[in-house]
């Protein structure tokens, strides 16, 4: 599909997974493929990528309450302290969300 201007369109779901394959993966809670792409070769380089908002794929598991895709985020070395535009970690997601549970994980 293109623009009147024959630019490309796509759905944004498509330009997540596209720009954001870690992002897209907790989105959709899909455990599975975000360890694939974790054990990819391209997965040290993403695993603190923001997105237009400074996010990382670990700021989104906290705000969602993903508890196995933060474990695994974790285990692979996402970065904790990373601050989105707000200044906010991970653990400011968390509490924000009221989610004890997620507080926890160390």
């Known amino acids: 599909m293109t623009s009147e201007n024959g630019s490309a369109v796509t759905?944004?779901?498509?330009?997540?997974?596209?720009?954001?394959?870690?992002?897209?993966?907790?989105?959709?809670?899909?455990?599975?493929h975000l360890q694939q792409l974790l054990e990819g070769p391209a997965g040290h380089d993403i695993?603190?990528?923001?997105d237009t908002h400074g996010n990382s794929a670990l700021h989104i598991a906290c705000m969602l309450g993903r508890r196995e895709c933060i474990e695994l985020l974790?285990?692979?070395?996402?970065?904790?302290?990373?601050?989105?535009?707000?200044?906010?970690?991970?653990?400011?997601?968390?509490?924000?969300?009221g989610d004890r549970n997620i507080q926890a994980i160390p």
């Open 74 to 97: 974790l285990n692979h070395g996402a970065s904790i302290g990373a601050k989105n535009n707000l200044e906010w970690n991970c653990l400011h997601e968390a509490i924000s969300y």
């Open 47 to 50: 695993i603190d990528r923001v």
């Open 11 to 32: 759905n944004n779901g498509q330009w997540l997974d596209e720009n954001f394959p870690l992002h897209h993966a907790v989105f959709h809670n899909n455990v599975n």
